[in-house]
């Protein structure tokens, strides 16, 4: 029986997906739940798991191409044997080379006389370049874009060429690199832009004495770590001190859409993390229910799986206020960008010792600047400052935190 | 209780009764209603298309053109036929007969895909319900999971000279002359008056076209147009620019007609005008008011790039949506409709729609004129080649016009096609093919093109864009 591999469907929020690579070819056999295809969307990439095992008959959708939700990608025939073998190395006289193939085909390419000529006299493999004709196939002009963006196809020159006059001036290396953005990176940039563009950002500061949070840690980091497996971080002590200050301060919890105000009864924290594609933002949800060790816990897991890369979706959704911190990579004060449509966002920084005055004498104090940048349409100056001073005042005297004070 | 169908159409015109065979190829049940009527009062499938428009004309053209040369050109090849006669009656049964083949061959097509075939008016209600008006029986209503409206256009009648199915007629009536006009009056010199011109021209007409534009086939590559122009003249046409009529007065001997141009008034006297000044959407009695379809100003059926109304389920394709009213496209956004309704995916590219003006010599072109590549901004180059370098050509003494090639300077990408000369409707296609498959000049440059043949044109002027022309001097 022959099943259609479908793209799976995608939240709401994402409307389509780039199909980034095939990990099997025409005529190969899979066993069930094996990874057929990575899908990369605006948030996170995709993993679609072979259905049942079995042969894969037709790949319908090339690398590089634009998918939606329920788009057939490919015709698995259900069975254990292989219809036949992998598609062996092709006798195209462009692929005779050794040039690396950062795309895996589906065999070889047919393409028209202009583009066979180009990558002919290039040495290159015509599932390097992506297509962008009628059904992904490969124009002169996708060869043309694909060799001026390609250090590696200009830098090597065709068969028959002589080199001595291109070495010289591949010495001198004034060569540029254009690499088209990934989806990722697209899609924070958009994001970005718009957030720019549509709210009234301001961005107010403070300091904060983080001494009481130090020694708090330092008494029961062993105790806290052995009793709830994970370690007492800063983060616990900022999630919660900012859940505290949005229940005194609602509006900073809440979002602008059009003209109205969406007041969120509930604290799903975004916790901007780094990760090897760039900027996520996963999102712990009603952490006013949380202790400081289902918050370490729930942070801990969502970061590993930013990193590797195996974050789902909803991780990445929703959200009512977020915190950076900057303070890792060394920054000492900065001007966050609104994660839009939330209202504001808490930057921390790193922790410094300063000379600050304390009853009257010059002390060395742990400090921290913090910075909140807030949407001026619905967040009046006096409430961003007071909320401000309201995580100050907790972190500086964490016992309000116990009693909510 | 009512019938229900997966898809109903409405009109089976080229778009509308495509648009059924898809649906019905998917497996749908389908219900087709049309309320064509030919001039003898027989109903009849194929829509404006096949009874009114580009079959008919086409017939005429054929046998004009015949006649034609027959009278001129049989000369030259050395063959003598003595006085060459018209007999424009059995001219025209060769018309009707050729559209009583196609149009019969319609009802064929819809029997064999199961459709069920409605002669009478259809009428899309709320809730994608369809009232059916058959031309004899009772009305009935009809519930469609998909309404597929495709009701085409109607020629537009201007108030200064409105029809009156004599001597002032549209371009249906200007197909059934049942003599040739001695002086015959064109209003409009778009694609429908020039042919039309083209055919009475050739039987012996005298032949006027007034156009209101100051230019030529506005639409066409200035180049192309300027060829034209030139051709038609020498035919005999007089095509009289920048002329907009002001009033036209049947009388009892023919038709009296004024207009302004830059010289003042000015006024001619034909024996029959055709009025072909264009074409509007016909939407009348298609729909009720809480349907949910909406008209733009224009009178267009609004649609999204898919053909989609702003009702679930309903599509509106063709003569009756935006972008030109051309039987092939309308086809086209049939199939596509039809396709979507089933779960495909599909588009039209309505970048890459061939226009063709079946005149002598045939104009057809596809994609951006160099007027509107130079606008965009994109730097280009241009090549050509004239039919009168192309062997073929000259044996066919059909040597007027020539092939023009304009594509992008940076990435060779073929951006326009524009020929004017022999069988040019037909040659398109090689550029339509390679457009849509974004094709390089380069591409059409290594494609082997047969010799002799026409076609051989088109592979010169693709040379010629990169100055590599082997059978004509290079600028």
């Keep these: 029986m022959s099943i259609e591999i479908k793209v799976p469907p995608l939240p709401e929020s994402v409307s389509d997906a ?143 060429q002589p080199v001595a006059n291109e070495s010289v001036e591949v010495g001198l290396d004034r060569t540029e690199q254009r690499v088209p953005m990934t989806r990722l990176r697209a899609r924070i940039a958009e994001r970005l832009v718009d957030a720019q563009q549509s709210a009234a950002m301001l961005t107010t500061f403070n300091e904060v004495d983080l001494t009481e949070v130090m020694s708090l840690r330092k008494k029961y980091r062993e105790s806290f770590e052995k009793k709830h497996g994970v370690r007492l971080g800063f983060m616990s002590f900022f999630a919660k001190a900012v859940v505290e200050a949005l229940k005194l301060y609602p509006v900073v919890n809440a979002s602008v859409e059009n003209t109205d105000i969406i007041y969120h009864n509930y604290f799903d924290i975004g916790i901007a993390v780094s990760s090897e594609r760039g900027l996520m933002v996963p999102v712990i949800r009603d952490v006013d229910q949380m202790s400081f060790a289902d918050f370490e816990l729930a942070l801990n897991d969502v970061a590993s799986r930013a990193q590797a890369g195996t974050i789902s979706m909803d991780d990445l959704t929703g959200g009512t206020f977020t915190i950076t911190n900057g303070g890792i990579f060394g920054s000492m004060m900065s001007t966050p960008i609104l994660n839009q449509p939330q209202s504001a966002i808490l930057g921390m920084h790193a922790i410094q010792q300063r000379p600050m005055v304390v009853d009257g004498d010059i002390v060395a104090r742990p400090m921290m600047y913090l910075a909140l940048t807030y949407d001026h349409r619905i967040i009046d100056g006096k409430e961003a400052v007071q909320f401000l001073v309201s995580i100050k005042d907790q972190l500086e005297d964490p016992a309000r935190l116990l009693l909510q004070v | 209780m009512s019938k229900t169908f997966d898809v109903v159409v409405i009109g089976a015109g080229p778009a509308g009764y495509v648009a059924a065979i898809r649906a019905a190829q998917h497996g749908k049940t389908v219900a087709c209603i049309d309320e064509w009527k030919n001039k003898n009062g027989k109903n009849a499938f194929g829509g404006t298309c096949l009874n009114a428009g580009c079959i008919p004309s086409k017939a005429l053209l054929e046998s004009s053109e015949l006649f034609h040369r027959a009278q001129h050109e049989f000369k030259k090849h050395g063959i003598k036929t003595g006085e060459v006669e018209l007999d424009l009656a059995t001219m025209q049964k060769r018309r009707a007969s050729i559209v009583r083949q196609l149009t019969g061959g319609i009802a064929g097509l819809l029997k064999a895909n199961k459709i069920e075939g409605l002669i009478g008016h259809g009428k899309l209600l709320a809730g994608k319900q369809v009232e059916f008006t058959p031309v004899d029986g009772s009305v009935e209503v009809i519930d469609a999971k998909n309404v597929i409206l495709a009701s085409g256009s109607s020629p537009i009648e201007i108030g200064i000279a409105p029809f009156d199915d004599d001597k002032i007629v549209d371009s249906w009536g200007a197909l059934e002359f049942d003599a040739v006009p001695k002086r015959l009056g064109v209003v409009g010199a778009g694609v429908i008056g020039l042919e039309l011109g083209s055919v009475w021209s050739r039987l012996g007409a005298e032949v006027t076209i007034l156009e209101a534009m100051d230019d030529f086939l506005f639409m ?32 009892k001997k023919g038709v009296a007609v004024s207009y302004d141009d830059k010289d003042g008034s000015q006024s001619i006297e034909v024996d029959k005008l055709v009025v072909a000044v264009g074409r509007k959407p016909h939407t009348d009695n298609l729909f009720s008011d809480d349907a949910g379809i909406h008209l733009d100003d224009r009178g267009f059926i609004i649609v999204d790039d898919e053909c989609r109304t702003r009702v679930k389920g309903v599509y509106a394709v063709g003569d009756c949506v935006r972008g030109p009213m051309l039987a092939h496209k309308g086809s086209e956004e049939g199939v596509m409709a039809a396709d979507l309704i089933a779960g495909e995916v599909a588009e039209v590219n309505y970048g890459v729609i061939p226009s063709v003006i079946y005149t002598a010599p045939e104009i057809a072109w596809v994609g951006k004129t160099e007027a509107e590549v130079k606008e965009s901004g994109r730097a280009y180059k241009v090549g050509s080649f004239p039919f009168a370098a192309s062997g073929r050509a000259k044996a066919m003494e059909q040597t007027a016009g020539m092939v023009k090639i304009i594509s992008s300077k940076d990435d060779d990408e073929i951006l ?28 059409i440059q290594r494609t082997i093109h047969a010799h002799p043949s026409l076609a051989e044109a088109i592979h010169e002027a693709s040379l010629a864009v990169d100055n590599k022309a082997l059978n004509f001097p290079n600028k």
């Design chain 1, 18 to 160: 780039t199909l980034v690579a095939w990990h099997k070819n025409v005529g190969e056999s899979v066993s069930r739940d094996e990874n057929l295809v990575d899908l990369e969307t605006d948030k996170v990439v995709l993993e679609v798991p072979a259905p049942a095992s079995g042969t894969i008959s037709k790949i319908v959708v090339e690398n590089g191409t634009t998918v939606e939700a329920g788009d057939v990608l490919a015709i698995l025939e259900e069975g254990e044997i292989s219809i036949e073998a992998p598609v062996a190395a092709s006798i195209a006289p462009a692929e005779k080379t050794a040039a690396p193939a950062r795309k895996e085909s589906s065999g070889p390419i047919k393409t028209s006389p202009a583009v066979r000529r180009l990558l002919d006299e290039h040495d290159l493999d015509a599932t390097m370049v992506t297509g962008t004709g009628k059904d992904g196939r490969v124009t002169k002009s996708d060869v043309m874009s694909f060799l001026k963006t390609d250090d590696s196809a200009n830098v090597t020159p065709g068969d028959q």
């Design chain 2, 220 to 251: 066409a590559d200035r180049d192309i147009a300027k060829v034209a122009a030139k051709e038609y003249r020498q035919q005999g046409i007089d095509i009289k620019l920048g002329a907009k009529v002001s009033a036209a007065k049947a009388g």
């Design chain 2, 416 to 443: 326009g096609v524009h020929i004017a000369g022999p069988m040019a409707g037909e040659l398109i296609s090689e550029a339509v093919l390679a457009m849509e498959f974004s094709a390089s000049t380069e591409d």
